[in-house]
């Protein structure tokens, strides 16, 4: 399927359906998130726990969310939109059954008004509580299919206009625009996800950079510091793989090491270091090879290189 085939059945639905990831996968729910913004959807809601570290750290930095950028969150209880937004809901059968955060009002709103909702859960027989069967059965509701097929889709649209995804063990967009991007700067490739966090430090003009500025930021004072306790490095490593395909022992080491760089007292996600980077002026020159006028792509590679920090 097209992007743009995909693109025509997501403005024509009331509800649409995808389910990610497949298999017995607990893990990496949020990877198909950037994807469906880039298709138009700003507004995202899914479990606040997959947003925060842990209990401790909530209470000690009073319930702090992180998220990478490009949509804009809500609580699933508290949504207030026009009933002509679009809304992406990201759910898992778990979450329908076992607590009180169903999507039956989502669904039933999304029925009855001119906004798309998309639905994207752990299986592709989710069943809705009070449902008589899997969503994408209801006549009401537009079956995408699997994430894969979006992803597929995107990736012939990436190759179409000059572009690839570059590294081979995610299907994270935000990820793969970030490898483009380290490449138009640096002139060197990346291949794997690894790779692009062992350079991420030195790569202040990256806009993954910044939600780590905002994790590793000291409380009421500037700068930053590590993580606390093995806890919540622990639980760090559980944030990553929400959005990210590593298992556990992958997730835990980079979360490590990630928070040993920020200890060695260095600049590591410093803010204030990073606003006077001299890479900010190699990414701005690098803006200059790209032409915002051609595509989505390159449009939004430009405003995250031109407007760095």
Request: hydrophobic letters at 35%; glycine letters at 8%; a negative charge.
């Amino acid at each position: 399927m097209s992007l743009e085939a995909i693109r025509r059945r997501l403005s024509d639905a009331d509800i649409a359906f995808i389910h990610d990831p497949g298999g017995n996968v607990h893990f990496w729910k949020l990877r198909a998130l950037s994807a469906i913004t880039y298709l138009g959807l700003e507004h995202a809601t899914y479990p606040t726990s997959w947003r925060q570290l842990k209990h401790t750290w909530q209470h000690e930095r009073g319930g702090a969310q992180y998220a990478f950028p490009g949509h804009e969150y809500h609580v699933l209880g508290g949504i207030d939109l026009p009933p002509s937004e679009d809304l992406c809901v990201i759910t898992t059968s778990y979450y329908e059954k076992q607590t009180q955060y169903t999507v039956n009002e989502l669904i039933d709103r999304h029925t009855r008004t001119d906004g798309t909702l998309v639905v994207i859960a752990d299986e592709q027989r989710f069943q809705p509580i009070g449902g008589l069967r899997p969503l994408y059965q209801e006549q009401f509701c537009e079956r995408i299919g699997s994430y894969d097929i979006v992803y597929d889709a995107f990736e012939d649209y990436y190759e179409e206009e000059g572009w690839g995804l570059p590294l081979l063990d995610t299907k994270n967009l935000f990820l793969q625009d970030n490898a483009n991007i380290y490449e138009l700067v640096e002139c060197e490739g990346l291949r794997t996800t690894r790779e692009l966090f062992d350079v991420l430090t030195d790569a202040p003009y990256l806009p993954l950079y910044s939600t780590f500025s905002e994790i590793f930021a000291r409380r009421d004072q500037l700068g930053v510091a590590p993580l606390e306790s093995d806890e919540i490095i622990e639980a760090f490593g559980g944030w990553l793989r929400r959005r990210i395909e590593w298992e556990k022992g992958t997730a835990s080491a980079i979360a490590r090491d990630l928070n040993r760089t920020v200890s060695m007292g260095g600049t590591a996600f410093d803010p204030s270091y990073a606003k006077r980077s001299p890479k900010l002026g190699d990414a701005r020159d690098a803006a200059k090879s790209v032409d915002p006028e051609a595509n989505d792509i390159e449009a939004r590679y430009y405003d995250w290189l031109s407007n760095t920090l």
